[in-house]
C-alpha cells in the first residue's frame, strides 16, 4: 500500500520564522503537489513538481522535490499570520490510474 | 485556473436515504474525481471518471456509490443507502488530462444523522 507521510502533523510557530514541512512517499514517482487548505474550504493548488531537481517558489513559500529520496519539502520563510492552514502534498503514481494520493497534512498555526 | 461548482454545499440526510452530490466544470475537462475528507482527516480518493466510464475506484467506492455524467456537463456521485460513516467533506476534482494537475470544487458538505 502506497504511503504518503507529513510531518510534523501540527506546527506552531512565531511570525518571521522559518521552517520546513517533509512529504515522504512510499513507491516510485516524479509528480508531486502541494496544497493549501483553510478550515471548511476547499484545496488549493500551491505548487506542482513534474521532476526530479524541481524547485518551486511562490512568495514566502518554496517547494522541492527529490524522487530518488522520495521526498518532498515546503519551506516557509519569514512566517505571517496568513499561512496559518493545512497543508497537504499529493503524490500522482504513474500507471495506476490517476488518482491522488495525499499526505496526512501539516496543520499550521503561524502565531503574532 | 478551471472553476468547479459543486451543489448543494451542505446536505444533511437521514441515515438510510439516498443522496446525490454535483460536480459542474466551468470549462472543458475530461477527467474527473471524486474525493472524500473525513473531519480532521486526510483526502481520500473515490473515483475517477473518463471518457463516460469509470477509470478508477478506491475500496471506499463500493456499491452502495456511483457516478455518472448524465447530460454531459453534471459530474455526480450517488450514495443509496448513506451511512453515520458516510458523513464528510466531498469533493470534486476535475484534470485536462490523465496524471495532470487537478483542480478541485469548493466541496459538499454531507451530514449523515
Known amino acids: 500500500e502506497l504511503k504518503v507521510e507529513q510531518n510534523p502533523l501540527f506546527l506552531s510557530m512565531q511570525e518571521g520564522k522559518n521552517y520546513t514541512i517533509y512529504c515522504n512517499y512510499s513507491?516510485?514517482?516524479?509528480?508531486l503537489y502541494w496544497y493549501r487548505q483553510d478550515p471548511g474550504k476547499s484545496l488549493e493548488s500551491l505548487f506542482v513538481?513534474?521532476?526530479?531537481?524541481a524547485v518551486k517558489q511562490e512568495g514566502r513559500l518554496m517547494a522541492s522535490l527529490d524522487t530518488k529520496a522520495r521526498l518532498s519539502t515546503l519551506h516557509i520563510t519569514a512566517a505571517v499570520h496568513d499561512l496559518s492552514a493545512t497543508y497537504f502534498c499529493?503524490?500522482?503514481?504513474?500507471?495506476?490510474?490517476?488518482?491522488?494520493?495525499f499526505g496526512t497534512g501539516t496543520s499550521l498555526t503561524v502565531i503574532p | 485556473e478551471p472553476e468547479v461548482t459543486q451543489t448543494p454545499s451542505h446536505q444533511v440526510t437521514q441515515m438510510g436515504q439516498e443522496v446525490i452530490l454535483r460536480c459542474v466544470p466551468i470549462?472543458?475537462?475530461?477527467?474527473f474525481y471524486w474525493y472524500r475528507q473525513i473531519l480532521g482527516q486526510k483526502v481520500e480518493f473515490l473515483v475517477s471518471f473518463y471518457n463516460n466510464e469509470i477509470s478508477e475506484k478506491s475500496e471506499i467506492f463500493d456499491d452502495q456509490f456511483s457516478v455518472e455524467r448524465p447530460d454531459g456537463s453534471n459530474f455526480t456521485l450517488k450514495i443509496r443507502s448513506t451511512k453515520l460513516e458516510d458523513s464528510a467533506m466531498y469533493f470534486c476534482a476535475i484534470a485536462s488530462g490523465r496524471n495532470a494537475e487537478q483542480y478541485f470544487g469548493p466541496g459538499t458538505r454531507l451530514t449523515v444523522t
Open positions: 513538481l513534474l521532476s526530479n531537481g
Open positions: 513507491t516510485t514517482s516524479d509528480r
Open positions: 470549462s472543458n475537462h475530461l477527467y
Open positions: 499529493a503524490v500522482d503514481v504513474l500507471n495506476t490510474g490517476n488518482q491522488f494520493y
